[in-house]
């Protein structure tokens, strides 16, 4: 393994550390990495990927021309950033190697409901979510004998954001306990490949059909965390015509924008909250 190291924080890991581990300066430090250069590595890791995630923001607000004067990025840069990020990661893939994101989670409440999700804007949560075969949330539970031990929940709820392309933990509602790493140090790696073994049983159809089920729940569930016209303006984008459930889809989310009180402005294009002035948050 190769883990870049976007938070500077792997010499935190200690002994646990066992694969090469590089500090990520800038931006170009990872975009310019070669196949040649990972021929030696199985799987690639970033730690953590909303870091990544503002390092190419930041490459892109150094380049004229590409920021507004709040200093923010232009929509069309924010493009060529979002852009650059899949390009690097579809490039890691196409070498044949396995990727793990690490990212913090954030806390957002809704009425007297906690949720968990990663802690990023909405456009790069749905990015991850579409690129990625498994997520989990890793939460602190305790277990029938008293011990309080570390779990990963790769079962989405109303709680946390999570992804189970690859079955895991089927006998268990999707909940795995992590394990002391010191004594299972291939741990990460073989439930890699259930995951793999899982997704390769199954037909292009079935695969189709799995991810547009999945893309449909996700929608509902970053639908139902709503809480501002912004985050509504921008899942809106993420509507797409083409897409198999696209109605229902689209009827959760009216119904949303109606519970919120929020309402469309056709002149403007977009959803107003007629409550309070309407701001715009570029992600």
């Known amino acids: 393994t ?34 040649e250069d990972l021929k030696s590595f199985k799987t690639v890791a970033f730690d953590t990927v909303g870091t990544m995630l503002d390092c190419v923001k930041i490459h892109y607000q150094s380049i004229k021309g590409n920021t507004q004067r709040d200093g923010n990025l232009t929509l ?9 990020f ?25 009425d007297d409901l906690l949720i968990h999700r990663p802690s990023m804007s909405g456009k790069n949560r749905d990015v991850l979510y579409r690129i990625s075969d498994i997520m989990a949330y890793l ?51 073989e439930l890699i490949q259930k995951a793999k073994d899982h997704l390769n049983t199954m037909t292009p159809a079935q695969l189709q059909t799995m991810k547009a089920i999945e893309e449909r729940d996700q929608f509902f569930s970053e639908c139902d965390q709503i809480n501002y016209v912004s985050e509504l303006n921008t899942l809106i984008e993420q509507l797409d015509k083409n897409h198999p459930h696209y109605k229902e889809m689209r009827k959760h989310f009216i119904n949303r924008a109606k519970q919120l009180h929020f309402v469309f402005d056709t002149e403007k294009n977009k959803y107003i909250d007629p409550n309070s002035r309407p701001v715009d948050l570029i992600s």
Do not use: C, M
């Not at 069309?76 to 650059?84: E, L, M």
């Not at 390009?87 to 409440?109: C, M, P, T, V, W």
């Not at 602190?140 to 895991?168: C, M, T, W």
């Open 2 to 35: 190769i883990l870049f190291d976007f938070d500077k924080g792997v010499h935190r890991v200690g002994a646990l550390r066992r694969g090469t581990a590089v500090q990520v300066q800038k931006w170009t430090d990872v975009s310019n990495v070669t196949e």
């Open 76 to 84: 069309k840069a924010q493009g060529y950033a979002g852009n650059d």
């Open 86 to 110: 899949i390009g690097l990661i579809n490039r890691i893939r196409s070498y044949g190697k396995d990727i793990i994101f690490i990212g913090h989670a954030e806390e957002q409440r809704n």
């Open 139 to 189: 939460t602190y539970e305790k277990a029938p004998d008293g011990q309080i031990v570390r779990v990963l929940k790769f079962k989405a709820s109303n709680s946390h954001h999570a992804k189970n392309s690859g079955n895991l933990g089927v006998d268990t509602d999707g909940n795995i306990v992590l394990p002391d790493l010191q004594h299972a140090p291939t741990f990460f790696g």
